[in-house]
């Protein structure tokens, strides 16, 4: 049985009432970011594999997305036959990322991935991560606080650690930086 959910908490009520073999996720949820979703459905179904299927850069995702839980990280530009075969993959219990991705990950194991890294944007949390794309859409403090359900100050504590970490000095450099990148992700 085939099933579809645009939205978190739909996806887990929809998971729970189909128990499904495996579940394919995108990072982009109507409501929420996929790698939260992720995370919960680890802790609630931690055997039940999961693909993430997405055209969010896997450079940057797909490592979020294997800590999170997923099983598997594949773009959606992927040919049809690559999906088939990293869905059989995970059903076979292995993992499943491209193999520039698993070069990636295999040059940060002895240490050569920090040398490369391709943007300083990977260096953020991915709640850090989510504000700041958040940032680069146009939103507020106070909207980007109801969005995620943090505090306001929650927020502005991640947007002081952003700065830190991207190494900017005023909230205006942020907010360029951050649509800037945002507009680049498309």
Sequence with gaps: MRAEA???NEAL?????????????????????????LKEIATRWPKLPVLVLSMHAESLYAERALHAG????IMKQEAPDRVLTAIRKILQGDVYVSESMTAQM????????AAEKQSPVERLSDR???VFQLI???????????KLTLSVKTVETHREHIKQKLQLTGRGDLLRFAVEWSSNQK
């Design 70 to 73: 997923a099983r598997g990280y």
């Design 13 to 37: 009520k929809t998971i729970s009432a189909v128990k499904p073999d495996i579940v394919v996720v995108d990072i982009s949820l109507g409501d929420r970011s996929g790698i939260d979703l």
């Design 136 to 146: 680069g859409k146009g939103f507020g403090t106070r909207e980007i606080a109801d």
């Design 128 to 130: 850090e991560l989510e």
């Design 106 to 113: 295999l040059r940060g194991l002895t240490g050569a991935r």
């Design 6 to 8: 645009g939205e978190f």
